[in-house]
């Protein structure tokens, strides 16, 4: 059994199985998670990962069953007057070994990535990370394969400018292992750790791509084919909003500085979009803007992810590929 919580739980022959047995499930509609039910639990919002995710487990035949966080992740429960050493239903041990014993796996999307590595803990279904404090890790993947279509495999330059955060981490994070030469340009005091950068830089040792921390987002975009932003204020840090905004001053993604890219550019974003804040209408609406390809990859590699997942237990992806689905490329 396998959980996704970051990008680094699959090799780089699993993430490359994914991507191509996602675009095959895409085409062939074939029902490989009939009799599944996934537990879906989110303590944060989510449009593109819910959605996106749902719609993909229903096409493969799947059922989704939503709960309640306060009824999952430690069970809180609430009584007019507080009890001391009563607020919880129950341990989120015995939660998870009831889910266990019911479902197939659990998707979740937390404040903390710690919530994860417990619940890893007691679960026997894998655990699929739906963004987390620190990783991201199917956005990554929906990436991946909207930079692959775009530039036909090509190893070109994805530079991300602004927050380093979940999203940033695990586009970097794939972006190395597939070989791409990778960029960060954001504030000082929101910029990587020095362990991360120690990380990334492990990363670039082992694999083929590369990482190169930029001054200012002019020079990143000079030297990118791809620029990727994100939300400056992620969920959870609305009280940060008025220092963030300062701070992040002179990181927005605008027409003038994607005009310092090489040709042939694209802007790629997460989403959501605070529409000029970090990205102008401008960029988000141009022709070269990735976003609602991203957005449909998102479905997309869901179906490769979870039927991998779930249902292939075999050590070698790619003779599991080509036995169970006779696909030829
Ligand atoms: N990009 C992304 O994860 O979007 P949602 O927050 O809407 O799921
Ligand atoms: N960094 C953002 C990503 C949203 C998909 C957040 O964590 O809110």
Excluded at 69 to 95: Q, V, W
Aim: glycine fraction near 6%.
């Amino acid at each position: 059994m396998k959980h996704f919580l970051e990008v680094g739980n699959l090799s780089i022959a699993e993430i490359e199985h994914v991507l191509e047995l996602s675009t095959y499930l895409n085409k062939s509609h074939e029902e490989t998670l009939l009799q599944t039910n996934v537990l879906f639990c989110f303590e944060k919002p989510s449009l593109r990962t819910k959605v996106g995710t749902e719609v993909a487990i229903n096409q493969l035949g799947g059922r989704v069953i939503h709960i309640d966080p306060n009824a999952f992740l430690g069970g809180k429960i609430m009584h007019a007057k507080p009890i001391p050493g009563l607020d919880e239903r129950e341990s989120l041990k015995d939660t998870v070994m009831n889910v266990s014993k019911w479902c197939d796996a659990i998707f979740t999307r937390v404040f903390s990535h710690e919530t994860l590595l417990t619940l890893c803990n007691h679960s026997e279904i894998p655990v699929i990370n739906a963004l987390s404090d620190e990783h991201h890790p199917m956005q990554a993947l929906a990436d991946f394969r909207t930079i692959q279509q775009k530039y036909n495999h090509e190893r070109v330059p994805i530079t991300f400018i602004g927050d380093a955060n979940n999203v940033a981490r695990s586009l970097i994070e794939m972006g190395i292992r597939l070989g791409y030469p990778m960029g960060f340009a954001g504030p000082a005091n929101y910029s990587w750790t020095t362990s991360m950068l120690d990380h990334f830089d492990q990363l670039s040792k082992t694999y083929k791509g590369s990482f190169m921390l930029f001054e200012n987002a002019q020079a990143a975009a000079m030297a990118s084919v791809v620029v990727y932003a994100d939300t400056f204020i992620s969920m959870g840090e609305e009280d940060q909003h008025d220092q963030k905004l300062q701070h992040f001053h002179g990181y927005q993604v605008n027409e003038k500085l994607m005009q310092l890219c090489p040709q042939d550019a694209s802007f790629m974003h997460c989403l959501p979009a605070h529409r000029g804040v970090e990205v102008t209408n401008q960029v988000l609406d141009a022709e070269n803007s990735l976003i609602y390809q991203q957005a449909e990859n998102r479905m997309i590699v869901s179906k490769g992810l979870f039927t991998f997942l779930l249902t292939e237990q075999e050590t070698d992806p790619q003779l599991t590929f080509k036995t169970r689905y006779q696909f030829n490329q």
